[in-house]
């Protein structure tokens, strides 16, 4: 049974940083698509990145890119997000995802979304 536990959430002062981190069980990083995606109550869910370590691919959203890294490590089966620049318009609720569908990392975030999710931890960038 795959299951996704998020933490690492919490409330920061905008131009801070905060690093999740995701607790993976029931599948293995290297067969999988991994990615972190954010919603915002009454907002459409929003993938901030994306990646398969199997091809090296990874995206990111624009929003995000130069100041999110989305990284792994397999010893302890957890996937994290490094957010370093935070932005009050990044505050959301983060959610982990993982998929096995041969599908190009790009569409997996924007389009298609991933077939497990965790429930989710609570970002909130003050200004």
């Known amino acids: 049974e795959v299951q996704l536990v998020e933490s690492g959430g919490g409330l920061v002062q905008a131009g801070g940083s905060l690093r999740l981190s995701c607790a993976a069980s029931?599948?293995?990083?290297?067969?999988?698509?991994i990615g972190w995606f954010r919603q915002v109550p009454g907002k459409e869910r929003e993938g901030v990145s994306c990646?398969?370590?199997?091809?090296?691919?990874?995206y990111y959203a624009d929003s995000v890119k130069g100041r999110f890294t989305i990284s792994t490590d397999n010893a302890k089966n957890t996937m994290y997000l490094q957010m370093n620049s935070l932005k009050p318009e990044d505050t959301a609720v983060y959610y982990c995802?993982?998929?096995?569908?041969?599908?190009?990392?790009?569409?997996?975030?924007?389009?298609?979304?991933?077939?497990?999710w965790g429930k989710g931890t609570l970002v909130t960038v003050s200004s």
């Open positions: 995802a993982t998929s096995q569908a041969r599908l190009r990392v790009g569409l997996l975030c924007t389009l298609y979304g991933m077939d497990y």
């Open positions: 029931g599948f293995t990083f290297d067969d999988s698509a």
């Open positions: 990646s398969r370590s199997s091809d090296g691919s990874t």
